[in-house]
């Protein structure tokens, strides 16, 4: 079928880093490298964790993991500043730290404590902080193009400067509507959006041959007027290279961009998920391999740091993991007698509610 | 043996695809995966090259069937949730719903909605789509409360019914509620059921709300209060003869619904009642809806949210009051 033809198009061989040795010997490289490798760790230590906890029973509803995504999300959000927009979505937990977020937000959305961002109202992955740029993800896909476009016309037209937007999406969401829309608006309106797809090979179940017939997704940049960037989302090095440069792109520019990074979901679709439907030639493929393993070795091979140092981080990440759990786990959950069931935000106007 | 819910919902629909060769199923994972909720289980085996899996397009998911359909075909449409339906709202409401109507050429389309809320599924999972659906001229809205109607009314929906027709099938009910065996008859859609005999009030309700009304109505039971429940299986049309039946023989009304409180279901039975039945009521009408905001992610807010038996036997017992 016509996946076969699909398998075929992807590389056969590992195409391991092709990083110039020097630019791994550049000091700020370096320091930028570890940075975001350890941001890396800290995500895949607190998705196990909530992985773990989903799988005893402590987490009501569904467990989202960004597992193999980590190099693409961290890249995305090293490359914003404070001020610049971010829309994760699902699989940036390792983007949501590196923008800024406290790693405890992950639990108090997913536990859902009254002191995190959703007060418990939203949950999981659905969460952010609007005021400060951080957008809070519908679960419609593709809905937050627009609006993070949105925020940086409403800058512009109050005269401030706009900043940029990274708003990150799956190959799936790339069928909506809303992303096509999105993506045009931002082209038309000329501001610096960076959309950053992980096509990472399955939407849910359904192969990238149910999904989309171009040859790769990045063609389509050309359609819509915006530069484009191919990314090898199981290679830190590529996606911080390019994913910071197309954010670079954006600011010096002010024009959007569109990256497409290529990777295999390391999970299933959420943790309910035991993902029977992944092709077993793929999971043998470069494009399988997971990123985290990948700059590992990375790491030792330019002797960023030794083994002893990368262990030393990852059981630091775990401590600290603990720890903001175990105050997490402590904090007030939402009250429904405490709870004033008016969802608007011009006082008077709720039913039955201020007297209305 | 027994058949759950959502067994039903299979069955009939590999019955359908058995019987008629138009039918086909077009949705997200509906193929190899069998549904997010595995509605289409081995449907993909059964009947190759007739279950087929969607990009994320509701828009074009919808527009699809709605042109299969003009040429003969009976689509059903997946949504993998309800919720989601919304990003198909244009071709649902001002396409599919328009089209016998303007042209004469029908549109027997099937989109089934996994509907309502079940706990930790927060605003976006979760939502009751009926009532905005039943808004619009031309469209018929389903809302199966047990197995024996999930199975007999979808068939009825895909098969017999030439209309778009909204399944509101709903996920509380998928795995947890089941029957000894798929019906052999059925009630046709379209008509209201009684699903407890009563004498002091009518409880009218839909969709899952029904087992949490014949909870509350055994609570009112030990009071002393015999409930007549009213399962409306379809909200439009709207069996209002049943209906006010029903109100004839307690001359009490609640109307009780999982959506959002404005307008909607329970504002329709209650203004029927009110406009075709006065004379039949011993005191005003009432309703009880969810409370309106979204619908909350963390489970002590959920289950605020919704009506659930306690809060409609308390709202039975201040309807008898008054
Ligand atoms: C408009 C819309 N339709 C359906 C869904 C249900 N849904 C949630 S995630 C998902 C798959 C997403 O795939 P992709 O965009 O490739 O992201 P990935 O999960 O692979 O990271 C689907 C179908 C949704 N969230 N929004």
Same mark, same amino acid.
Request: charged letters at 20%; a negative charge; hydrophobic letters at 45%.
């Given at each position: 079928?016509?996946?076969?033809?699909?398998?075929?198009?992807?590389?056969?061989?590992?195409?391991?880093?092709?990083?110039?040795?020097?630019?791994?010997?550049?000091?700020?490289?370096?320091?930028?490298? *570890?940075?975001?490798?350890?941001?890396?760790?800290?995500?895949?230590?607190?998705?196990?964790?909530?992985?773990?906890?989903?799988?005893?029973?402590?987490?009501?509803?569904?467990?989202?993991?960004?597992?193999?995504?980590?190099?693409?999300?961290?890249?995305?959000?090293?490359?914003?500043?404070?001020?610049?927009?971010?829309?994760?979505?699902?699989?940036?937990?390792?983007?949501?730290?590196?923008?800024?977020?406290?790693?405890?937000?992950?639990?108090?959305?997913?536990?859902?404590?009254?002191?995190?961002?959703?007060?418990?109202?939203?949950?999981?992955?659905?969460?952010?902080?609007?005021?400060?740029?951080?957008?809070?993800?519908?679960?419609?896909?593709?809905?937050?193009?627009?609006?993070?476009?949105?925020?940086?016309?409403?800058?512009?037209?109050?005269?401030?400067?706009?900043?940029?937007?990274?708003?990150?999406?799956?190959?799936?969401?790339?069928?909506?509507?809303?992303?096509?829309?999105?993506?045009?608006?931002?082209?038309?309106?000329? *501001?610096?959006?960076?959309?950053?797809?992980?096509?990472? *090979?399955?939407?849910?179940?359904?192969?990238?041959?149910?999904?989309?017939?171009?040859?790769?997704?990045?063609?389509?940049?050309?359609?819509?007027?915006?530069?484009?960037?191919?990314?090898?989302?199981?290679?830190?090095?590529?996606?911080?290279?390019?994913?910071?440069?197309?954010?670079?792109?954006?600011?010096?520019?002010?024009?959007?961009?569109?990256?497409?990074?290529?990777?295999?979901?390391?999970?299933?679709?959420?943790?309910?998920?035991?993902?029977?439907?992944?092709?077993?030639?793929?999971?043998?493929?470069?494009?399988?391999?997971?990123?985290?393993?990948?700059?590992?070795?990375?790491?030792?091979?330019?002797?960023?740091?030794?083994?002893?140092?990368?262990?030393?981080?990852?059981?630091?990440?775990?401590?600290?993991?603990?720890?903001? *759990?175990?105050?997490?786990?402590?904090?007030?959950?939402?009250?429904?007698?405490?709870?004033?069931?008016?969802?608007?935000?011009?006082?008077?106007?709720?039913?039955?509610?201020?007297?209305? | 043996?027994?058949?759950?819910?959502?067994?039903?919902?299979?069955?009939?629909?590999?019955?359908?695809?058995?019987?008629?060769?138009?039918?086909?199923?077009?949705?997200?994972?509906?193929?190899?995966?069998?549904?997010?909720?595995?509605?289409?289980?081995?449907?993909?085996?059964?009947?190759?090259?007739?279950?087929?899996?969607?990009?994320?397009?509701?828009?074009?998911?919808?527009?699809?069937?709605?042109?299969?359909?003009?040429?003969?075909?009976?689509?059903?449409?997946?949504?993998?949730?309800?919720?989601?339906?919304?990003?198909?709202?244009?071709?649902?409401?001002?396409?599919?719903?328009?089209?016998?109507?303007?042209?004469?050429?029908?549109?027997?389309?099937?989109?089934?909605?996994?509907?309502?809320?079940?706990?930790?599924?927060?605003?976006?999972?979760?939502?009751?789509?009926?009532?905005?659906?039943?808004?619009?001229?031309?469209?018929?809205?389903?809302?199966?409360?047990?197995?024996?109607?999930?199975?007999?009314?979808?068939?009825?929906?895909?098969?017999?019914?030439?209309?778009?027709?909204?399944?509101?099938?709903?996920?509380?009910?998928?795995?947890?509620?089941?029957?000894?065996?798929?019906?052999?008859?059925?009630?046709?859609?379209?008509?209201?059921?009684?699903?407890?005999?009563?004498?002091?009030?009518?409880?009218?309700?839909?969709?899952?709300?029904?087992?949490?009304?014949?909870?509350?109505?055994?609570?009112?039971?030990?009071?002393?209060?015999?409930?007549?429940?009213?399962?409306?299986?379809?909200?439009?049309?709207?069996?209002?003869?049943?209906?006010?039946?029903?109100?004839?023989?307690?001359?009490?009304?609640?109307?009780?619904?999982?959506?959002?409180?404005?307008?909607?279901?329970?504002?329709?039975?209650?203004?029927?009642?009110?406009?075709?039945?006065?004379?039949?009521?011993?005191?005003?009408?009432?309703?009880?809806?969810?409370?309106?905001?979204?619908?909350?992610?963390?489970?002590?807010?959920?289950?605020?949210?919704?009506?659930?038996?306690?809060?409609?036997?308390?709202?039975?017992?201040?309807?008898?009051?008054?």
């Amino acid at each position: 079928m016509a996946q076969t033809a699909f398998l075929e198009s992807l590389p056969q061989s590992a195409s391991q880093t092709k990083l110039p040795v020097e630019s791994a010997l550049d000091e700020s490289w370096r320091d930028l490298y *570890l940075k975001a490798f350890r941001f890396m760790q800290r995500a895949r230590v607190i998705e196990d964790k909530l992985a773990s906890l989903y799988r005893s029973g402590k987490i009501t509803g569904g467990c989202y993991v960004g597992r193999g995504n980590e190099a693409v999300a961290v890249s995305a959000g090293i490359a914003l500043n404070k001020g610049d927009v971010f829309a994760p979505l699902i699989r940036d937990q390792a983007g949501r730290l590196a923008y800024g977020e406290s790693p405890a937000d992950a639990f108090r959305t997913y536990l859902g404590s009254r002191l995190g961002p959703m007060r418990g109202r939203d949950g999981n992955v659905h969460r952010g902080r609007p005021a400060e740029g951080y957008l809070a993800m519908i679960s419609h896909l593709g809905a937050m193009v627009s609006a993070a476009t949105g925020m940086l016309l409403g800058r512009r037209l109050r005269g401030e400067p706009t900043g940029i937007a990274i708003v990150t999406l799956g190959e799936g969401a790339t069928s909506t509507g809303a992303f096509h829309e999105g993506l045009n608006l931002a082209a038309v309106e000329k *501001l610096p959006v960076v959309v950053v797809v992980s096509n990472n *090979l399955y939407a849910y179940s359904t192969p990238n041959s149910r999904q989309f017939a171009c040859e790769s997704l990045v063609h389509r940049a050309r359609g819509y007027g915006v530069r484009g960037w191919d990314v090898d989302g199981t290679d830190l090095n590529d996606c911080l290279k390019k994913i910071t440069a197309a954010a670079q792109d954006a600011r010096q520019t002010g024009l959007p961009q569109l990256v497409v990074a290529t990777l295999l979901r390391l999970s299933g679709h959420g943790e309910h998920d035991d993902a029977f439907y992944v092709d077993a030639t793929l999971k043998t493929l470069p494009v399988a391999r997971d990123c985290l393993a990948v700059a590992e070795e990375f790491i030792l091979q330019t002797n960023l740091a030794d083994w002893g140092e990368i262990l030393e981080w990852k059981e630091e990440a775990k401590r600290e993991v603990e720890s903001i *759990l175990a105050e997490v786990q402590r904090e007030p959950v939402p009250d429904p007698f405490e709870e004033r069931w008016c969802c608007l935000a011009t006082p008077g106007l709720c039913e039955g509610i201020d007297g209305v | 043996m027994s058949v759950t819910y959502l067994d039903a919902i299979r069955e009939a629909q590999a019955k359908a695809l058995a019987s008629h060769p138009g039918v086909f199923i077009y949705g997200q994972d509906v193929a190899l995966f069998g549904g997010a909720f595995k509605a289409t289980k081995n449907l993909l085996q059964q009947f190759p090259g007739r279950i087929l899996d969607t990009p994320i397009s509701e828009d074009a998911m919808v527009g699809a069937a709605i042109g299969a359909a003009a040429e003969g075909m009976r689509p059903i449409v997946e949504m993998q949730f309800a919720d989601f339906s919304t990003v198909g709202f244009n071709q649902i409401v001002n396409h599919a719903a328009t089209l016998f109507w303007r042209t004469g050429v029908p549109c027997p389309i099937t989109i089934r909605l996994p509907s309502g809320g079940t706990m930790g599924s927060g605003p976006f999972h979760s939502q009751m789509m009926e009532t905005v659906y039943a808004h619009y001229p031309g469209l018929v809205v389903m809302t199966p409360a047990t197995v024996e109607d999930a199975y007999s009314m979808l068939l009825e929906a895909v098969l017999e019914i030439d209309d778009p027709v909204i399944f509101c099938e709903h996920k509380m009910l998928y795995y947890h509620l089941k029957a000894p065996a798929l019906p052999t008859v059925a009630l046709p859609a379209k008509h209201a059921r009684i699903a407890r005999h009563g004498k002091h009030a009518t409880l009218a309700t839909y969709s899952a709300m029904v087992h949490e009304a014949l909870l509350a109505s055994q609570q009112l039971a030990t009071e002393g209060f015999e409930i007549e429940v009213v399962d409306l299986r379809t909200v439009k049309p709207l069996d209002t003869d049943t209906l006010l039946a029903s109100v004839a023989r307690t001359g009490r009304l609640l109307a009780v619904g999982e959506s959002f409180p404005w307008g909607g279901v329970t504002a329709e039975v209650v203004s029927r009642a009110a406009d075709e039945g006065f004379a039949l009521l011993d005191a005003p009408p009432r309703r009880l809806n969810a409370k309106d905001t979204p619908v909350p992610y963390h489970p002590n807010l959920w289950t605020a949210h919704r009506p659930s038996a306690n809060s409609i036997a308390a709202a039975l017992r201040d309807l008898l009051r008054s």
